[in-house]
Each structure stands twice: as C-alpha cells, then as structure tokens.
C-alpha cells in the first residue's frame, strides 16, 4: 500500500489509536510506512506473565532493535504473593536499552528475584512502582540493595506490601540509596516502608513530591515522622484519608500537623469516609483543622474532594444488609462543610498567594458556589474558588502515583497510566 499522506499525518492518525490494542496489531500490517508508529503504541508498556516474559525474550534475541521502543514494563503473578517469578532469570530487562518504568504486582520478592534484576543494573529506570507484593525472609537489605540498584530512579511508589522481615538494618553498611530520587509514594504504610524511607533521607535527599495514604490511626505516627524530616523541601503533597472510622478516632492521640510543610506550591487532600457528607458528620470538621495547619507562604494550587457514603442510593439507605458504596460526593452535599471557618482559613496571610482552590464533585455548582458566595463573601471575592466536575467514582478515588499537580491536572493518580 503506498502513503498517500505524508508520515506526520498518518502519525498523528495512529496517535489517536493509542489505547486499541486490536487496531494497533491491523495498522503495524497494512504498511511499513504504518509500523513505527503501531508498534510504538503498542509495545510502549508490556505486562508480562513469566511465560509472556519468556516470548518476549525470544523476540528480542531474534530482532535486537525492538527493546528500544518499550518504555516500561509490569511483572505480574496471578495471584497475590504468587511465587511464579522465582526460578526466572528476567534477563530479558538487559535488553531494554529505553526502559524506564518497572512496575511489580502480585509476587513475593524472593532473594533470586530480588537478585536476579539487581544483578542486571538498570541504569535507564526512573520510575519504579511495587504493589501488593510480599518480602519474605531473609533480611530487608536485600530489598535495599535492590532498590539501590537503579541508579538513575526518580520516584518510587510502594502500596499494599507484605513485609514479613521487619529485620533491622544489617550491621553491614547498606549502599547508597539513588542520588536523584525526589517523589516518594506510600500507599497503606507499614513499618518497613519507614525503614525505607529513613534509608532514602539518611542522606541529603531532597524529596520533592510526597503522597501518603492513611487508613488507620497506626498511619499517623509515620507519616508525621516522614514530614518532619522532608517538609522543608517538599513542593507538592497528595494526602489520602480512607478510612472505614470516624476521624476522630484516626487521629485521636496523634499531634498531628502539617506546619513542617513550609515549601509546599501544590496539596491535595482526599477523603473517603464511611459515613453520609451531612452536616452531623464530625469527621467533616478535619477539612478545616488540615487546612488550617497549612503555612507554606508559597502554596498556590489546592485541591479537596471528598468521598462519602451515597445518600442518593435509596434502596441502599433502606436496607439494613445493602452495601453501602463510597463515591465521589455531588456539589450539594458539600453544603455540608463548615464554609465560614474554611472562608476565614483562606483568608489568612499564609494563603495571600493561593491561586487556585480546587473541588471536586459530582453534578451541577452552581448552587455550591452561591451558597459559598453567601456564607464568606470575603473568600468568594478572591475568585480562587473552581469546580471540577468528575464521574462518579465508586471506592477510593486516589490511587497514589503520577504526581503532576501544578498546574492541578483533572486526576490525581498515585500509581502510573499503565
């Protein structure tokens, strides 16, 4: 077949087919003038079972220059803590000269695991993602080790894990951890996690971006630790409150504070709560005691939502065995929030170069925004107020790691569009 168009056309054609596996495989055999295109879209990102990882690595002994158009790469079991990745070598890695996202799910992270892609030294990895995955024994070093292994990474994202070595450190020293980390992402912390963390700043690190999930009171106590010691230089926090109890209790003996956060340009906070968005709802009033505990005299992009229990479910609410779903509030439940303390929260000087206070929600604002204008005319009148109006999300919203929020993107995501 011969192009009739020129090839920057039939590029940006294919771009449009980024997401369709099935038109992708169609494009990358009607014509060569079609095959770099296809076959970049389609091969940016593989996931890969032990045996796709073992096709793979035929493909790329006999055609050598096609590791250069994947990008990133997800290793999956099919079940949680599957031990499916232990006895393979993953040297099919080595042959990726472009990759740059690794992402690990449904494995236990075995010492031959863990060493096998440790001993291959990806130098070109920026990003690496581990999501409900297991570290049995022997030791953490290990998963240290492991880690330090990629020299050029960037951000790191760690959720769901098993940790069962909480070992201390060994005596041995551990390697130096990757110079230019600066986003770190912890989705339901545990102990370990905190070992990491503490390894990363043992050093002068300077983290940049930090997002954090909260699910229980025992999440607290870390996480302020974690803003003690890199508050100073963090530009950008993603916040995630999902919890299936009242906040007070989540917080209750904690000296929980956001003040070290001093260097902050971009916050956002989500909740999601078991409960109705209605104004006897105690856990609501921690919308305004965060956000009054912000005092960065640089923050300029803010952004809240809240998730809560549907009222809008009827048949939900009247039955006392329904599931009762999560999602993502519509702007009239919002009502529900205290606007006057919140209105005199934005009015101070810490929050003289806000720009952009951001809520999320379902439906129509404009009643939102004429109550708000009524309640604290003073805040309204700054005109920082806007509405993102979102689908509706069933469950938690925030999933912690793609962390461009400035300016404040439609979603925040904590794990990578893979």
């Known amino acids: 077949m011969r192009a009739q168009l ?24 009607t014509c060569r003038a079609w095959l770099r295109a296809a076959r970049y879209h389609r091969f940016r990102h593989v996931s890969l079972s032990p045996k ?5 690595y035929r493909l790329l002994y006999e055609s050598p220059g096609f590791g250069h158009v994947i990008k ?10 599957s031990t499916a990745w232990k006895d393979e070598s993953c040297l099919f890695l080595a042959a990726l000269p472009a990759l740059s996202k690794l992402k690990l799910s449904h494995m236990t992270l075995s010492g031959s695991v863990l060493t096998n892609i440790t001993d291959l030294r990806i130098s070109s990895l920026k990003h690496i993602s581990i999501r409900r995955c297991g570290l049995p024994r ?27 070595a909480t070992d201390p450190m060994s005596p041995i020293d551990p390697p130096r951890p990757p110079p230019n980390v600066r986003s770190l992402a912890f989705g339901s912390p545990m102990d370990a996690p ?16 930090f997002s954090y999930q909260i699910t229980s009171g025992d999440d607290v106590e870390p996480l302020q630790h974690m803003l003690t010691t890199i508050g100073p230089t963090l530009t950008q926090l993603n916040l995630h409150i999902d919890t299936d109890t009242a906040l007070d209790r989540i ?8 003040a070290p956060c001093t260097a902050l340009r971009t916050c956002r906070l989500a909740l999601s709560l078991p409960e109705m968005c209605v104004p006897a709802n105690n856990s609501l009033r ?52 205290d606007w006057v303390v919140i209105g005199e929260v934005m009015c101070r000087p810490a929050f003289e170069s806000l720009r952009q206070f951001v809520l999320e929600g379902r439906g129509q604002p404009e009643l ?51």
């Not at 056309?9 to 992708?24: F, P």
């Not at 990133?72 to 803590?81: A, F, N, Q, T, W």
């Open 194 to 209: 905190q070992l990491l963390f503490d390894w990363l700043t043992a050093s002068e690190h300077r983290i940049e971006s």
């Open 6 to 29: 020129p090839s920057e056309v039939w590029d940006l054609i294919i771009d449009y087919l980024h997401n369709d596996r099935k038109s992708l495989d169609a494009c990358s055999l």
């Open 52 to 56: 796709r990882a073992r096709g793979l």
């Open 286 to 337: 921690w919308v305004h005691r965060i956000l009054s505990q912000l005092a960065a005299p640089g923050l300029a992009h803010l952004a809240l939502s809240i998730c809560a229990d549907a009222m809008d479910n009827f048949g939900a609410l009247a039955s006392e065995c329904a599931v009762h779903q999560v999602s993502l509030v519509p702007f009239r439940d919002l009502f529900a929030l």
């Open 72 to 81: 990133s790469v997800e290793l999956y079991g099919r079940i949680k803590l």
């Open 368 to 418: 939102l925004d004429a109550f708000v204008k009524k309640r604290c005319p003073e805040f309204h009148a700054r005109g920082i107020l806007e509405y993102r109006v979102m689908g509706e999300f069933v469950g938690s919203t925030v999933d912690l790691s793609d962390n461009e929020l400035a300016p404040m993107p439609t979603t925040i995501q904590l794990e990578w569009d893979w």
């Open 251 to 258: 917080f209750a003996g904690h000296a929980f504070t956001l």
């Open 138 to 164: 022997p030791h953490m070093l290990g998963f240290i080790e492991f880690i330090a292994s990629f020299r050029s990474l960037e951000s790191i994202y760690i959720a769901d894990m098993s940790f069962h």
